[in-house]
């Protein structure tokens, strides 16, 4: 199915396909006349019939009205003259011929007497316009300067046979009394089928009719004929003058036209019914859909749209994104289209919206670019889709991995082992160092005021400082049967089997001085700008019959007197298990 746009798109390229076309037509047919005048001894010009413009005069017509012709342009010098024009040719109905209309002209060798002739009009199309050739007979010979003086009627007669139309002049009881050329030649030998009119109808008014005929060529043609009254100077009728033009060329490109017009219609009819049926899924889609310009001014959007947008209203067409758009969500809307409307990139992101009913739901935004092609207006347009539910199953599936990485050795977030790995390694070293005879040491670590950390700077963060921690553990604990554990949350435990006091303090000092240098930034600390540890620290010689679990009991007992203590510090604990039992 071509989508909407692309018809009406195609639509206006054949409409102006076709208007170049006609336009060219007549630019030639405007040729051929001037071709065709400039060979005339009698004044001839063409003049538009809606301003009385003259498009075209020949060198009679120029003498007579002393035209400028600068530029390729005719224009009469005299005001007068041009009003008489125009006069004459405003109460004139196209494409109605005329003759016999007396006009006042002052001719370039006397402007101050008055001047009388006989116009005569046929209509042409002229540059896409209405226009008439307009043909000049003297009222008396002092209307033309020479050679116009003389033998009126052989002018007269030279103009008439000059003509393409077909003219016939008939008197009142219908005879032929005179044709030209072009009526001779076309008409030859079947003169009678040249006359529309007859004497039992009404001659009295102007008329005009269309018929099929046939030309000298045996093709078919349209002849359009106008029948002009002529008319005495006592106003009695005399006779009438007929003149027939060839409109087959015009008729067949009305009919080009019309089927033209009404495939539009048609393609229009089917536009507005897709047109229609797209509106109706636009409407009904739960799925929120918006375009808007790059000065984000919302230019449609459905009520879906507007609601994930905030607005309190389903219509947001002309509505400016700043006057309904919280400040900070606008912001990131608008560094998000950034790459859209600059370089048309496609965009997906999943954004968190609350609705009006103030639910949260998950949408994943598609941001593409468009351009108006009429205007080249750009902008945004965006289709969201309810991800909530898949969110949802993202959750619970990345739940369900916490709870493996829980059951596995490794911890999830910083890499190292576990709190189960932890206990195990621990029941095999404190075996181990029970046949060995051998010291047996822990550091339990707590994060300084980690919490506060969380807060401020968000999980991600924290998160990132407690890998960062775990780094700089794995950097100090280099011995291949030390372990570092992750014992929950903020805490890490670090065994260090053949191990004495003073090699667990020295351990524990290596750690602080990698952390400061580790430089992790904590203006939520009570105690310093950098994230710090409170460490506490146990050494024991393990013996059969006692329990592991009195080492992470001394541990954590030293490492609660570090944190009373004030913190970022490391305290000790180096009671025997056997005391301590």
Known sequence: M????????????????????????????????????????????????????????????IRLYDIDT???????????????????????????????????????????????????????????????????????ESVYSEPFVNDDNQIFRTVINSLAELVCFQDREGKVVGTNQAFDRFWKGREEEGLFFNTSEDIAGRRTQQSWTTNPNGDSCLLETSQTVLRDTDNHIYGTLSISHDVTNWHMMRQVMEQEIQARHEVEQQLKKHSNLLTSIFQASVDPIGIYTKHYEFLGGNP?????????????????????VE??????????DKPVIESGQTVKYEDLVMKRDGSMVWYELTKTQFVDPTDETSGVLVIARDVTERKATQQQLADAIMELEELSFVDGLTKVANRRSFDEQLVKMWHSHIREGEPLSLILCDIDFFKPYNDNYGHQRGDSALRKVADVFQHVIRRPLDAVARYGGEEFAILLPNTTESGAIHVAENIATELAAANITHEFSGISERLTLSQGIATVLPRAGQDYGELVSLADKALYRAKNAGRNQIAINNKELADAS
């Open 327 to 336: 400040p900070e969500i606008l912001a990131q809307h608008q560094k998000m």
């Open 304 to 324: 879906a749209f507007a609601e994930a947008m905030g607005s309190p209203h389903d219509d947001l067409e002309g509505e400016l994104a700043e006057e309904i």
């Open 2 to 61: 071509i989508d909407w746009p692309i018809g009406i798109v195609l639509i206006l390229v054949g409409f102006l396909i076709g208007a170049l076309w006609a336009s060219r037509k007549r630019v030639v047919s405007l040729k051929n006349w001037q071709s065709y005048l400039s060979n005339l001894h009698s004044p001839k010009a063409i003049v538009s019939h809606t301003d009385g413009r003259i498009f075209y005069a020949n060198r009679s017509f």
């Open 70 to 140: 600068e530029h390729g342009d005719f224009r009469m010098r005299s005001e007068q003259e041009r009003n008489a024009i125009a006069h004459m040719l405003r109460h004139r109905r196209w494409p109605t011929p005329f003759i016999d209309v007396t006009a006042d002209i002052r001719t370039s060798f006397s402007h101050k007497v008055p001047r009388y002739a006989r116009f005569s009009g046929l209509p042409i199309w002229c540059k896409g316009k209405h226009a008439w050739i307009v043909s000049l007979e003297p009222e008396s």
